[in-house]
Structure formats: structure tokens, C-alpha cells
């Protein structure tokens, strides 16, 4: 089967990319001009240069392909609402539309689990209203996420959406690097208690849901949440990485609400620096990382037969392996969103 990946340069569009070619499938990618992509041509993958802001880049990338995995997203970085929503709504509503007048039969568009109200103290289901956070990358998700839906009832798009937690593993730039970097220099802190659960998830879990909500029949149409229900909680999460990449946890616990003040502040003096400076602490992170936040996977259980696969604490030990072996020796590993373009629009994460 011909297949379009994008996002393909991303966490988990590398990952997916190997898994699709070592199930037989004949993939594609689509990349932007300033991405580099000699590991997907040395993987034999066919390379198309385009942007999904721009719809006529997109027919001949989905000509002639039965099945696409639309992954690509704008993520991680400080830009106004307008910019995320010009890749993370426009331009998915783009990449569906080009699917329908292509003729693929099967679309499946990675979504967040940040469209919920995560911080509820209980696992949100696929039931439940989106809510986002309001900020940038959480209300363009689920503005995005909503185009999909309307799209599958209005214009019979073939199309299903995973919603997966915050991934882990070895490439992970945006999460795993940036705690253990802290970490290491010292400047790690417990938000509140540090008893929360996190979302988490081992990347080839997600892959694993793709997959089979590829699969299915059945799923058509469907939303599933693709987790892991055996969770991390956040002081857990600070302890096994530490313990891993030989630094010391941390000892300071930091209120959640006066966190989340302050990142709130930040970001407003950000935004009137005119996005030049990155917030030292936004409220994406500090609602990500100091709220209860669970996922309820049994929709994915029941109709996928999705199970995750990697404990969470056997994910911390594969990515921190893969940081240290970066850390010594960077040249030698591929690299997962090295470029600021990679970053702005890698897979989704």
C-alpha cells in the first residue's frame, strides 16, 4: 500500500515511518523545503518537498495513495495564536481536503490529548467536551481536531483521530530532553505536591494505536485516546529520570496556582516583546506537568484491541539512554526536530 506520512522529521513520524516500512508498506513523506531528509531518502522513502499551509503542495505528495497519516503540527515554540492556527487548523483542514479530492481511502489525524480539560482528577474519555487550556497550541489542537469531525459527518472524509498523551522516548526533544537538562544543571522543581499523574506514553504505543486504528474498519469515523493507564506520577517522573541520568532530584516544591501565575505574566510580557523571547515558564507547561492529568484508553482497548506495551518507567530508561548517548557523542544519532522549521512543524508530541 502507498502511504503519506507527514511530520515524517518528528518523534513519532520517525518511529512510524520504520514501523509502516517494516509492515511492507511503500511510504511517503512529506517534508518543508528547510528540512533536511537523507534519512528518509537512505530509508528509501519517497521525499515531497511542501507545507501544509499551502494546498497546492499537497496533490502530487497524495496522488495515487490509498492510506495518510497526517501528523505534522506546530508545537513547542512561542508564536502567536494566528501561526498556530494557520498549520494546526488551516493547514489540517488543507491536508483533509486534498485526501478527499485524491481519493485515499483511509486518513488518520493525530490529535492531543490537551483538547480535554485534562486536570479533572479523573481519566477523560473520548466523550468528554474538548476544553483546552486557552492557549496557542491547545485551542488550535482542538480547533483542528473539531474541522476533522465536521468533515467525516459533512463530507464523508474516511478519516479517524487519535488523540495520544505526552510522549516519551528516545528522540524526545521537546519533554524528555529539556527536564533532564535541568535536571543535571540543578534547576528542576515539584510543582505543587508532585503526586499528579501525568499523561504519559512510550512513542512506539502511539505508533502501536495508529496502526491498528488504521486497521479497523470499525474505526472510521471514531476519536480514540491512546495512553498509558499504569501511570507516572510527576515527582515519579522526576525521580526515575534523575535516577537514570545520574542527577539528583529535586527538593523544591513550587505552589501550583503561584506557578501558574507567573507563567501567566511571563507569557504576557513575552507577547509584548513582540514573540522574540520565549516565556521562562508558560501555563501549557505548568498545567501539563502540575495537574492530575489521565487519559481513559478503553475505547482503544475495547474496539483496537490496543494494550500499551512499554511501562512508562521502562520508556524513562530507553530515552535516557538515548540522551546520554547523545550527550557523548551528538553526532552520532539522527536528529529529531534539529532545525527550528523541524521544530515548528515536526509530528505531533
Known sequence: MEILVTGANGLLG???????????????????PTEGATWLQQRGVAVHVG???????????????????????????????ADYRAVNVAGTENVCRAAL?????????VSSAMVYRLWVGQPVGEVATLRPLREPYAMSKAEGDTVVQRMIVRDRLPAIIVRPG???????????????????????IVIGSGRNALPLVYVTDVVQGLLRAFDRDGALGQAYNIGNDQFLTQEGLLRAIAEEIGARPPSLHVPYHALYALAFSAERLARLSGYRHQPVVTRHGVALYGGDNRLAIEKARRELGYAPEVSLRAGVRLAAA???????????????????????????G
Open 322 to 348: 538515548w540522551y546520554l548517548r547523545r550527550a557523548d557523542r551528538p553526532s552520532a544519532l539522527p536528529a529529531v526536530a534539529a532545525s527550528p522549521s523541524e521544530r515548528e512543524r515536526g509530528s505531533e
Open 51 to 81: 507545507d501544509i499551509r499551502f494546498p497546492e503542495t499537497l496533490r502530487e505528495p497524495l496522488r495515487g495513495v490509498q492510506g495518510a497519516f497526517h501528523l505534522a503540527a506546530l508545537m513547542g515554540v512561542w508564536r502567536p495564536l
Open 101 to 109: 479530492a485524491a481519493g485515499v481511502s483511509r486518513l488518520v489525524h
Open 14 to 32: 520517525r518511529h512510524l515511518v520504520a514501523a509502516l516500512q517494516e509492515r511492507g508498506e511503500r511510504v511517503r513523506a512529506l517534508v518543508l
Open 166 to 188: 505526552t510522549m516519551l522516548g528516545p528522540g524526545d526533544r521537546l519533554n524528555f530532553e529539556r527536564v533532564a537538562d535541568r535536571l543535571r544543571a540543578g534547576r528542576a
